[in-house]
């Protein structure tokens, strides 16, 4: 039987290379960070990152390591249990209570990641009486827990607020029990913040509920870090944030739900993916805690990522390249063409900068892209290598 199925595949993989979609796994062989050694999949040696998700640069800051040592000692290296059966440890408790009181929400529920948080909710709180109204550009595990629910499906334009009142307007009259307005905090192909203040203003006046998936914001945006709930003055009016411990928040794995506690007590009686899951590892936990210790200590870290994004983006748009708007530290560089963004990837990475070309599927067609992510890892002189490697590679590629 599998004679034919693997005729179909090599098909398929032939097609997706063919069409410049192919993604390969570049394989590093140090810590992430700000710098890398890249030991398979592309130019060997060291080379500057400019692709991680790591905003603040935790992923191997010694005291969130340190930590994690700890924990192993202290707490084990892994529960072999889901929550209720008997994978509940105090670290576990204890990082939610602090997510809660970090976030400003009434509880927090761990999930072993955002996608699974995200899995989670939608199955849980509505039934086919109930509506959601999700940004058209929202991330794959929305898109994908939504179709988990049996709920009527409703879609904006990205940060369409006219188009999502029309479809809050449609729900209500179509007679829908709850709504629930979903959105990305902020859109990760293009740096974009959603507009908080006037979906919640909506929400209110269509009495909706609105959940933000926060994973690009906690941790660095907003004055204290807390998201884009607190940079736009509603943390009291946002019923349920989901969020990552993989991005940010030290860069391991791991998600969680922090909402209303009734949002929460129902999630830990039904949510099948928290239900059906492993519990978070401990060591994760732990170093998570540490993780929010540095992050209410100082706020070196997010000033010194605010001052590489905005050296980053002002050098980048001085010389001419097209860097979608924004203050965020995802900065899209747009190419347009797939296979020339591909190639300039490849030329960064020659020249010592490690980057990745986004294309369709993943974004629109012709909307070809190098997402550039800062750290507060980088330094000026990193930043300023990035960017004259950037019209080093467009020099050789226009020759």
């Given at each position: ?34 710098t ?26 010694p ?18 249990s ?22 400003g ?12 948080a ?36 409703f ?39 959603a ?18 998936d926060?994973?690009?914001?906690v ?77 209410e ?76 992510q ?26």
């Amino acid at each position: 039987m599998f004679t034919s199925v693997r005729d179909d595949l090599r098909a398929t993989l032939d097609e997706i290379r063919a069409a410049g979609l192919h993604k390969p796994e570049r394989v590093i062989g140090t810590p992430q960070s700000a710098t890398v050694n890249v030991t398979a999949g592309g130019r060997p040696g060291e080379v500057l990152n400019f692709c991680a998700n790591n905003y603040l640069g935790l992923a191997d800051h010694p005291e969130v390591v340190a930590a994690a040592h700890d924990a192993l000692d202290r707490w084990g290296y892994g529960m072999a249990s889901v929550r209720f059966i008997c994978g509940t440890q105090e670290v576990h408790k204890e990082l939610e209570a602090r997510l809660s009181a970090f976030l400003g929400q009434e509880d927090t529920i761990l999930y072993s990641s955002c996608f699974d948080a995200n899995g989670g909710v939608f199955e849980t709180l509505l039934g086919e009486e109930d509506a959601v109204i999700s940004d058209a550009l929202n991330h794959a595990s929305i898109i994908d827990g939504i179709r988990l629910s049996k709920a009527r499906r409703f879609r904006y334009a990205n940060r369409d607020l006219a188009e999502l009142e029309a479809r809050l307007k449609e729900a209500t009259e179509g007679g829908a029990r709850r709504k629930l307005v979903v959105t990305d905090g902020v859109f990760s192909m293009d740096g974009y913040v959603a507009p908080l203040a006037e979906i919640c203003d909506l929400a209110d006046r269509y009495d909706a509920m609105v959940m933000v998936d926060d994973s690009h914001a906690v941790g660095f945006v907003g004055p204290t870090g807390r998201g884009t709930p607190e940079l736009h003055g509603v943390m009291d009016r946002v019923d349920i944030i989901t969020g990552t411990l993989g991005k940010a928040l030290g860069g391991a794995s791991g998600g969680y739900v922090a909402a209303r506690a009734e949002i929460v007590a129902l999630l830990r009686q039904r949510s099948r993916p928290y239900l059906f899951s492993n519990t978070l590892a401990p060591v994760i936990a732990a170093a998570s805690l540490k993780v929010l210790d540095l992050l209410e200590a100082a706020d070196d870290l997010r000033v010194r990522l605010n001052e590489n994004t905005a050296l980053f983006r002002s050098r980048m748009t001085a010389e001419g390249f097209d860097v979608l708007p924004g203050d965020h530290a995802i900065a899209p560089v747009m190419i347009g063409d797939a296979a020339e963004a591909a190639r300039m990837a490849e030329l960064l990475l020659e020249r010592g900068v490690y980057v990745i070309g986004f294309s369709y599927p993943v974004v629109p067609q012709g909307q070809a892209r190098i997402r550039v992510q800062l750290s507060a890892a980088h330094s000026t002189e990193d930043v300023n290598r990035a960017v004259d490697a950037f019209v080093a590679a467009r020099a050789e590629l226009a020759a």
